[in-house]
Structures are given as structure tokens and as C-alpha cells.
């Protein structure tokens, strides 16, 4: 069974239309009280939208009987395989207009499957759409206009085994399909763990973390997936690429590099020798509330100009906060999380309190050092985190409009930036819906250099137009990050829906370059086509 | 006066056949006292050779008026300007054949300048060779063959300012022909450092580091100069290319990693933001003997696989430390460092040391932790490590082969690497010469997955033959480097005398599509053209 049909390691439903399992969703009762707290949404929730109420064409293609076995046109499977699970596909799919459904999925199980499948998609003019757990929130995973002939959905799941692992170098080889439960189950028993955990872990893969440069566990020193990464094999229509498994090289550009963030337009990775960490053993987590969210933010540089290096280092303003559970008071809230495989970390976290306090602010109580559950606060909010993702879903059926977006910036313009989406997003979702909006925001990664604000956005919509009225905000939000030159995207990927702001970021010079490469390695212009470039 | 010929910051002469200053040269006696310990060396040194010696034919191209304020076409400039600083370059310098000499050497004050220079020299197909501090060992910064129909050195050190400084986010615009200690200097009033220490580090520049994805002061973590890389100013044939300051991005694949490692083919650094650190004022160091290699080897990858993070984690094989003065007796020397600019470091030391001890180490004695110097290990071992290259140079003047190579592999692979590149390049040096050869080794840098291996090799040459012997013990390194998938560099860069050995690293789609941006980027293929590509 297709792995986005059903989980291959819980066999539960997932979700087709909107986020994770499809036993998870709010309740229409939960989702009701849910939209009381936004004046100007629904009374009752829309339906939950069915495959079966769509009418999807016949494969415009037929698959060639030798890789037949790999291919499905199951209607089901290519509904679940349309688009990725942004807010604006989930209102794609509750509105009965998912776009273009994809007329085939293939499942392949080897490297040779890939470039199989390449050739084929490159002589009958089929486009290629890499599909890991199908978590994009950019509009990633989806075909959009109608330059090919076809439509095929690359699902990598069939393709989730750690090959090797070297427990004395603390590396493994793991295939790029392992959604994130099952790549640690199969490095729990030597003691090891790629400690990779964006919210999306459980509906995301391996490959689709590469291929987005996402951003993990870590909020200090090593963030991003790239950091983690040996080597790569990535098939191409122009051939496999295998760099060599080295901890480290100067020779030359990275060739990993080149693929890191490529979203599938440059080629399919399949597999990669990843590094590892001993389990920790020992865990401490603490909270701190502020009164001013400016000084908190001086606390959080303060941090990471440190040596104490944190694991978790988020910053919730007092409507994230209030959101989530983690203050009532209004209060800024810092949550702070350290982990070690080799000694107790409690110093370190009594030391990062310390100076989170010599910045005025009050340390919540917390229990002794353990691996019991984390203070009260830290769990609320690790609760909401995960939940979070349904609970769009939910106010998302009421005629909400809940979308969130990500950047990273400098500290010399952290506080502008902030001030200006706030003030500037407020007013076009008001300006846009006639209702107030609510804008919170959270710092989820800090560097000694600078931060990545992630935002949340909510508002009470109008009926059939909330993807018309999230695009004018989002035009806004661009604007705004724009006018600051902060990155369209610290860890959420460009995909189709940051285009726009990915292409003004970009050095001219490195745009002509990839798209050279792009030519190169895709001359048949299958692979991925709108991510990234046209 | 040209950097290259007199060291803009102490206006002391610079070798122009050797390394460094030329004040600093070991005199003959030195020369004849070291050939004395390499039977079969040469009674008396080779005299150091004389620009004048040379015969210069003026230049094949004139400059153009409107640039011709920025170029000279000085003998003695354009001779400080053929080469690098390779074994093979002294050589090449002392047997009065240094290659083709530059036409021209240019000295651009801003990018504009730089631009203009490229335009010139695309419209009269002649080549363009960055320099910065001229210290490439590679064959980096010189022209091989006649494709063109001049050669023009681009020496960057007229741009060698800090133009901005951001203190609170600890970062700064430099301008790519800073030195070293320019830089430094510039950065000291703020309290900050770039620690950014190779051997090199007098005489080399921010861009040639960047160019060649440098490895610097940290042994362990962050060890290339690529980790502190805010963003870049290139300056192509096809126009410039600035990325946006960032602490950190996921917006496709990292503009800024294409031009890293990119040794002048696709663009000309002229400016880069980068990372700095306070100034460390607690640091400690200590050594640690062993008298198993093998023991050492386990001890150091503990240490890289904790979470001390020592800034110096430098392991001496029994003849590396002998040679510099760390150890008499036949013992391993693990030299350690830790530095902070926030707290003491004795801890962390201490905690290193007994890590080592569990292995089988000996603790040496050591003073404590102060701004003193450290102990008599690590100091002698410091000044021998400043002084070897001139001591090279010295050697070379005696008939000496003496050179260095280094490489990068995973733990898994290292005892047998090491031990291979022991016995295969000892027997073809033997073979070679007819003489024994010292091969010693080194770790440089270590990483949880595997360590950075620095071999020196030392044995007397034949008259006149020094080159071609060479060539042939290199051609075994790079097969024995090949066959355990160790890189070819781990940040000596790759340069002309690499080529061989990346070509069979390099994933051949990478290949392709570097090729595809070179020739984007460089349509008239005049950026050091030879270097990475043809």
C-alpha cells in the first residue's frame, strides 16, 4: 500500500487532504470551539473532503510493462500524492480543487528503479515530482501548468533501510525513502540516533530533509541537515552521482552542497552516509519568562554568543506563548533544553538560566535533572508543537485562514524585522478579511550572528476565497522580509510558493550557474519543473 | 610596491623563490648543519637564486591606458608572481626555470576595478590569475601551457580592508586581499578575532582562504574557514554576485558554497562578511604521550566523539615529534588547546587529559592555566610548526626533497591509510632515490567520523632530478590516497598538481555541471584557467 495512503510503520491512515494521520483530525466539536476563539469564522466546520468526491481523469500515460510492478494509478494514491500539506493545499482539497492529481506513482525500490524511471519520464516527456513523506509546506511536491505530457508522482518510501551503520565512526547509510520513526527504530539498537526532529519527523524522509536543507533538533551550532551529511548518491537523468564518504575535504566546491536544497530539480537522492550521535543520556530543560520581549531577545544573542551551546533555545513571544500554553500572563517565555550522551548537563543549564536572568528574566521552578518528563511549561509547549499542524487543519475547516512562515536575519535587524511583519502582516489580514488577525512569533533557531523568527498567522477568512486572501498576505509577508533581507526561507524549502521571493534573493550569477547545471544534469527538463527555477 | 615583494604591514622583503620573508631564510650554515642529518644530500647549499638571473621577455600584451594605472609590468613583480610556494616551486626557482612568468601583474582597488580587469582580459584572451598571498602549495596562482596570449596576475592586497564591523552580532566586511595579520589588526581595537590561524597565515589573504576552503585554527568542529562565511561578494565575467548577510538559510542550495573551494575558476572574491569570535582570554594547553600509535588513534577519536571540543587536538607521530622537539624518546604526542573567551578552561583540559590517560597516555607536566606560555611541549612544537617551511627551503637549497600532503578519511579507514602511505611512499622514495626517506604523520584536525592525516616526507634527491622524483613519490600518495577513498585534500585546495587525483574524486555529474557553470561564468575561460577544470 502506498506509504501516503497508510503509515508503513503504524499501518494507520494517514490523512489525504490535510496534516499526519487521519485518526488524529479535531473532532467537528473541537474544531467548533476551536473557531469561537476567531470572531468571523464558520459555526460548523466544513467536510472532511473525499477521494471519491473527485473526478480524476484517466493517466494520461500508460507505465512501460517493464516497470509496471513499479507503478500505480490507483486513484487514491495519486490524490495523495497531488500536493504537499501547506495551509493552501489543505484548502485546495477541502474546496474540491486539489490541481493537477499526478497520473502515476511509481514506488521504486533501487537505485536502478530511479534512473530507470528518469529514462523512461525523459523520452515521453513526463515530469518528475520527488514525493518523500509529502510534508511540503511551499508547494514542493505538486505539478503545476501543463508543459508535459504527463504527471509522475516518485514516491522513495519503498526505499527506507539503514544499509550499514559504523558504530565506531558513529555514520550510517540509509536509503533517502526513511520517513524519520523508522530511520531511529533501525539505529536504536546500537545506541546511536540522527537526533533529526523538525515537527514534521513522522510524515517527512531523509531524502526530503537533504533536499530541503531542513532545519532539526539542534537550535544552536548545527541547525540545518546539511551539517550532518557524509556523502550523498543522488541519480540523475545524466548519470548517479557517489561522493566519496569523507568526514571532511577541501577539494574543490562541495559536490553535496550542490544537491543540498536542490528540491529535487537537479536530481533524486537516494541514499546518503549520514552522521550520528550517541542517545543522550542525560537531558535538563528549564524556562524562563520575560517581561520585554526586547531584552529577551538580548538574553537569546547572549546565548548563543555563549559556549553552552543548547539543544533547544526557543523564544515564544507572549501570543506564542499564551497559544501554546506556555504563560498566561503575557509574559515572553524562553525555553531552554540541554542534552548530553556523556555527563550531566545540569551546569549548563544552570549557567544558561544565569544569564538569561542577568537579562531580566525570572526562571521558572523546574524539577531536578532526569529523565523524567521537562518542567510543565516545556511540555505544554513540546504538546502544542506536535498537535499544532491538526489544529491548523481544524480552524482551517472553520474558514480560518492559519498559516505560518519562517525566515533568519541578523541580530542588528531581528527587532525591526519582527516589528514590521507584525504591524505589516496585522494590517494586510485585516485590511484583506475585515477581521483581526493574530501574528505571533517564536525565535526556533539562534546563532551568534543572528536568528530565525517563525511566525503564525491566524484570521477568520471568507468563504472560497482564503487562498486569494493568504496570497495577499503572503505578498506582504514577502515584502516585508524583502525590504529587511531576511531569507525567504531559514528551513521550510522554496518550492513553487517562494519563488517570487527565492528569485530576488538570489545572486544573479548563482541563478545563471544553476540553471546551467539544471540543463546539464535535466536536459530533458523532467525533474521537479517549478522548484527553484522555470 | 607589490605585496609580493614587500610585505605591506612590516615592509619587510618577501622571498620571491621561497617562503615568507626573505630575512628569514635559514643562512647556509643552517643549510649544511640539516643536510648533514639526509645522507646523501649535498655538501653546500644551492645559492639562492636572483630575479636578475632570469631572462624576462617583456610583456606579450600592453594594458590599456584606462586600466594601465592599476597594472605593472616590473620584472621583479612579475617573477614574485609566477608561482606558488609548493616544494616543486622552490625547486623550480632554484634551478632558474620558474615557468611562465605573468605578463602582467595588476593591483585592483575596489570592484569596479576588478570588473574592469576581467572585461579587458575576456576581450584579449588573456588569462587571469588570482592571487592573494601567494602561498598556494598546489600550483594555484600560476599558468601552465599557451592557450592564451597573456597571462595577467590579479593580485587582491590592495584590497585588504575591514570595512565594517558589526560588534553586538560579532561579524565584518573584509576585503579579500587582507593578510593575515592586517586583518587581525583591523578586527583587535573591537576585541575580536577571525582565529583564523593556518601555517600560511602571515602570507595569505581572506579570499585565497575562502578560495580554497582553508582549514584554520579549530582542530575539531569547525575547522574550514567555510563555517564562517556570512556571504560573499564575487566578482564573474557574467557580472557580480552578492549574497545576502545571513546568519543562516535554507533557500536552495547555498549560493555561497559554489564559489567556496572554487580557486578562482568561476569568480574572483573580493569580499566576504564573516563570523568573528571575542578574543579568547582563557587558555590552556597541555600534551600527552603514548607509547602505542594505534592507542593514540582510539584516544583522539574519543576525544573528537565528546563534547570538550578542544581548540588544538594536534597528534604527533613518533618521528613528527621527534622532528619538532615535542618527544626524545619514540613516544606519540597529543597536543591539546582549549580556549575561551568566556570563562576557564582548566576543566575541559583536565577532563581531555584523563580521556586521553584512559588510552594509555601520559600526562606530560604542565603549568597552570594562565595567558604564560604553555608548556615546553606545546611551545617547541609551535615554533618548529612556524619555522618549517622555511626549513624546507633550506633542505631544498641542500638537495633535499622535502614536502608535505594531507587528506582527510573516516575512522574506519585511518590506521590503514596511515600505515600505507608509510610503507608504499617510504619504498618509492627508496626506489627513487636510492636513499631512506623520513615519512612522518600528523593529525591536524579530527572530527567524530574521522581525522585529517598530514604527512611530511624528507629524503635526499638526485642533482637536477628533484622534480621528477617527486612527481613519481606523489603519483604512489595519490594511488594510495585513491584506493582508501581518502580525499586529496583535506585544505591545501586542489589547485594545478591535484587535478589527477580530484578528476577520480569528483562525482562525474558534479563534474558536469561545474563545467556547465564555468562556462556561464567565465565564457572566455580566462579565471585561472587549469585549476579544478579544463
Known amino acids: 500500500m502506498p506509504a501516503a495512503v497508510t503509515d508503513p510503520g503504524t499501518l494507520r491512515p494517514r490523512s ?13 466539536a473541537e474544531c467548533v470551539a476551536m473557531g469561537a476563539l476567531l470572531p468571523g469564522t464558520f459555526n460548523r466546520p466544513l467536510p472532511i ?27 487514491r494514491a495519486r490524490a495523495a500524492h497531488a500536493m504537499g500539506k501547506a495551509y493552501r493545499d489543505v484548502i ?25 524511471l528518469l529514462d523512461w519520464a525523459g523520452e515521453h516527456e513526463v515530469a518528475v515530482i520527488p514525493f518523500g513523506g509529502g510534508s511540503s509546506v511551499v508547494g514542493g511536491v505538486e505539478y503545476r501548468g501543463d508543459a508535459h505530457r504527463a504527471v509522475l508522482s516518485l514516491d522513495l518510501t519503498s526505499m527506507g533501510r539503514v544499509l ?29 540516533t540522527l537526533r533529526h526532529f523538525p515537527q514534521s519527523f513522522e510524515f517527512s524522509t531523509l531524502g526530503g530533509w537533504l533536499a530541503t536543507r531542513a532545519g532539526g533538533h539542534y537550535a544552536t551550532v548545527r541547525t540545518h541537515i546539511d551539517d550532518f551529511v557524509q556523502c550523498l548518491r543522488v541519480v540523475t537523468p545524466a548519470g548517479a552521482s557517489a561522493s566519496w564518504r569523507l568526514p571532511a575535504s577541501g577539494a574543490g566546491p562541495s559536490p553535496d552542497r550542490l544537491f543540498l536544497g536542490s528540491e529535487g530539480a537537479l536530481g533524486v537522492i537516494t541514499e546518503a552516509w549520514m552522521r550520528l550521535q550517541e542517545r543522550p543520556r542525560h537531558k535538563a530543560s528549564a524556562s524562563v519568562a520575560f517581561s520585554d520581549f526586547h531584552r529577551a531577545l538580548d538574553a537569546v544573542r547572549a546565548l548563543a554568543q555563549s ?73 505544554a509547549w513540546r504538546s502544542a508543537f506536535l498537535r499544532m499542524p491538526y489544529l491548523r487543519d481544524g480552524l482551517a475547516r472553520m474558514g480560518a485562514i492559519v498559516e505560518t512562515f519562517e525566515t533568519a536575519a541578523t541580530w542588528d535587524k531581528i527587532p525591526a524585522l519582527i516589528h514590521d511583519v507584525h504591524s505589516e502582516v496585522s494590517a494586510a489580514a485585516l ?26 498567522v491566524a484570521v477568520a477568512g471568507r468563504p472560497d476565497a482564503e487562498i486569494e486572501i493568504w496570497d495577499e498576505i503572503k505578498t506582504v509577508v514577502s515584502e516585508v522580509l524583502h525590504r529587511h533581507r531576511a531569507t525567504i526561507t531559514h528551513h521550510h524549502a522554496v518550492g513553487r510558493d517562494h519563488r517570487p521571493g527565492y528569485d530576488l534573493q538570489r545572486p544573479e550569477p548563482f541563478a545563471l550557474a544553476l540553471h546551467a547545471a539544471k540543463r546539464t544534469l535535466d536536459p530533458h527538463h523532467i525533474l521537479n519543473p517549478g522548484v527553484l527555477l522555470d
Chains 1, 2 share one sequence.
Open 307 to 379: 559556549d553552552l551551546a543548547p539543544a533547544n533555545c526557543r523564544l515564544l513571544d507572549a501570543g506564542e506563548a499564551l497559544f501554546s500554553g506556555a504563560s498566561h500572563d503575557g509574559s515572553t517565555v524562553l525555553i531552554l533544553g540541554f542534552e548530553s550522551a556523556t555527563g550531566p548537563v545540569d551546569d549548563r543549564l544552570s549557567s544558561a538560566v544565569d544569564l538569561a536572568c542577568a537579562y531580566g528574566g525570572r526562571a521558572r521552578p523546574r524539577p531536578a535533572e532526569s529523565d523524567a518528563p521537562a518542567d510543565s511549561t516545556v511540555s
Open 164 to 192: 550499514e551503520i559504523d558504530t565506531a565512526g558513529r555514520s550510517a547509510r540509509i536509503q533517502a525513502g526513511a520517513l524519520g520513526p523508522e530511520l531511529e527504530a533501525q539505529l536504536r539498537p546500537c545506541g546511536l
Open 431 to 456: 485590511k484583506a478579511t475585515g477581521h483581526p488577525a493574530t501574528v505571533n512569533c517564536r525565535l526556533t533557531h539562534v546563532y551568534p550572528d543572528g536568528a530565525a523568527p517563525y511566525f503564525t
Open 16 to 28: 489525504w487532504w490535510g496534516w499526519g494521520y487521519a485518526d488524529a483530525h479535531p473532532a467537528d
Open 92 to 116: 485546495r482539497a477541502l474546496r474540491g480543487r486539489p490541481g493537477r492529481i499526478p497520473d502515476l506513482v511509481a514506488h521504486p525500490t533501487d537505485d536502478q528503479d530511479v534512473a530507470d
Open 49 to 75: 473532503p473525499r477521494i471519491a468526491d473527485l473526478s480524476i481523469a484517466g493517466p494520461a500515460v500508460a507505465p512501460p510493462p517493464s516497470l509496471a510492478h513499479l507503478i500505480t494509478a490507483d486513484p
